[in-house]
């Protein structure tokens, strides 16, 4: 009996024992489960979860190529001039279509930054050239939009732009226009809109548009380069 109480004893300090071992491997065995906590340093979150903005987002998309150039929009950036040539058209001292020389930055929508050139008016040293110019484009007119497909420039501006002026001035802003468009290879021709709704009679001085309009329709202003 006295063996059978030591073996007893014996058993129950060997299990005493064992424990901490025991609760020692269920630790392990939880650390290598436990994901990383994070730390703060995540560029995606900070202490509270809430997101940061680390700089890294996407730049600003490119502008849109409206097709007036023709050239290949895949061309690649590191070939990509800083300028851009485009001819303004304006009205001369002698009622005819003066085109000059404006550079602009680069852009793919070089139609539509040659129109918005073009709404801004003359500068102060275009305006000192001779024969003096101006613009018949009535000031506050807005481009709302250009689109350039198969041959047609589809072009809608504010209603300022029909505003005011004789039967001269409506058709030479009109003219204005077509000719600084014309100028490049995919435009042969222009549509008007004013604010969304295609143009048939143009102005309150009744100017009738009868389709796309080509340099044909302008002849009578004799386009001239500077």
């Known amino acids: 009996m006295r063996s059978l109480r030591w073996i007893s004893i014996a058993v129950v300090i060997a299990m005493a024992l064992s424990l901490p071992m025991l609760a020692g491997c269920s630790d392990d ?3 290598d489960t436990t994901p990383p906590a994070t730390n703060g340093d ?19 998309e490119a502008p ?17 001039p800083e300028t851009l040539t485009v001819r303004l058209y304006w009205v001369s001292a002698g009622e005819n279509a003066l085109g000059i020389e404006r550079t602009l930055p680069y852009t793919k929508a070089i139609g539509t930054a040659a129109i918005e050139a073009l709404l801004d ?3 102060d040293a275009e305006q000192g050239t001779w024969p003096a110019i ?23 501006l504010s209603e300022e732009f029909e505003s005011g002026g004789g039967t001269f001035g409506v058709t030479a ?7 600084t468009l014309d100028q490049f290879p995919t435009v042969d021709a222009v549509e008007f809109y004013i604010e969304g709704t295609k143009v048939t009679v143009f102005s309150s001085e ?7 309009q080509t340099l044909d329709d302008y002849d009578q202003l004799l386009p001239i380069d500077a």
């Open 29 to 31: 065995a939880d650390t």
């Open 42 to 60: 995540s560029p995606a979150d900070d202490q509270d979860g809430t997101p940061v903005d680390d700089g890294s987002t996407e730049p600003d």
């Open 64 to 80: 849109a190529d409206d097709g007036a150039s023709g050239e290949d929009s895949g061309n690649d950036e590191a070939d990509t």
């Open 121 to 123: 008016g003359p500068t």
């Open 134 to 156: 101006s613009s018949a484009i009535p000031e506050g007119t807005q481009l709302l939009g250009l689109t350039i497909d198969d041959g047609i420039a589809k072009i809608d």
């Open 173 to 179: 802003r009109l003219a204005q226009v077509v000719y």
């Open 206 to 212: 009744g100017v009738m548009l009868y389709g796309p």
